[in-house]
């Protein structure tokens, strides 16, 4: 059996056991996925705060629905569909109580022109400058201004590992539309990070690009 089937089995029989009652493996179902129902709830509220609660919430409804789980998609997929439509929601509510207007027009896109000032994929910087702090926090910073349409998919497309498909079914929208986001936000990423935080990939050293483009 493979790895992944294995996971799967294991998953289905935690599944199992809650359904039967057995409420604690409940945790050991959701814990591995805690990370990324954080991480996509923060690419649409843009607050930690915000953000854990959206989770802690969907996790909440996860479980007082988890019979309605069908098992068409994986338990992680279907998660994260709950924890997106928390955060809309709740995005929504603060946006009626005018705490803040993040909603661009249906008809425009505001990368739809955009001319990228380099060809590279943003994930080309290497991983050990981005795992400073302060590159971490560019890296955050660059996230942040992204239109949401384009951090959702760069987050569950680039940093969860979700493939095409699974992205178009957790957002509700078409393979080549994902593709088409995930491009541009990857564009947009690295002219933000580039030529690197303090004018270098690693502070202290003359920049140089990572690959010859």
Do not use: C
């Amino acid at each position: 059996m493979t790895t992944a089937a294995k996971s799967h089995s294991e998953e289905l029989a935690l599944i199992a056991r809650v359904l039967a009652g057995d409420n604690e493996a409940f945790y050991d179902l959701v814990r591995p996925h805690e990370r990324t129902l954080y991480l996509t709830a923060w690419g649409i509220l843009r607050s930690e705060a915000d953000a854990e609660d959206a989770a802690q919430d969907a996790v909440l409804k996860a479980f007082l629905n988890l019979k309605q789980f069908r098992r068409e998609s994986s338990f992680k997929t279907w998660l994260v569909q709950i924890v997106i439509n928390e955060a809309l929601a709740r995005r929504r509510r603060a946006n009626r109580r005018g705490e803040e207007s993040l909603d661009a027009p249906a008809d425009e896109d505001p990368a739809a022109d955009y001319i990228p000032k380099d060809v590279a994929d943003w994930r080309e910087i290497p991983s050990e400058t981005l795992a400073r702090r302060e590159l971490r926090e560019a890296l955050q910073a660059a996230l942040l201004r992204l239109d949401e349409k384009y951090r959702s998919v760069l987050i569950l497309r680039d940093v969860e590992g979700f493939n095409i498909e699974e992205t178009a079914a957790i957002l509700g929208i078409s393979q080549a539309n994902v593709k088409v986001r995930l491009l541009r936000a990857r564009l947009q990423m690295r002219d933000q990070l580039a030529p690197g935080f303090d004018g270098a990939w690693t502070s202290g050293e003359p920049y140089r690009k990572v690959r010859s483009w």
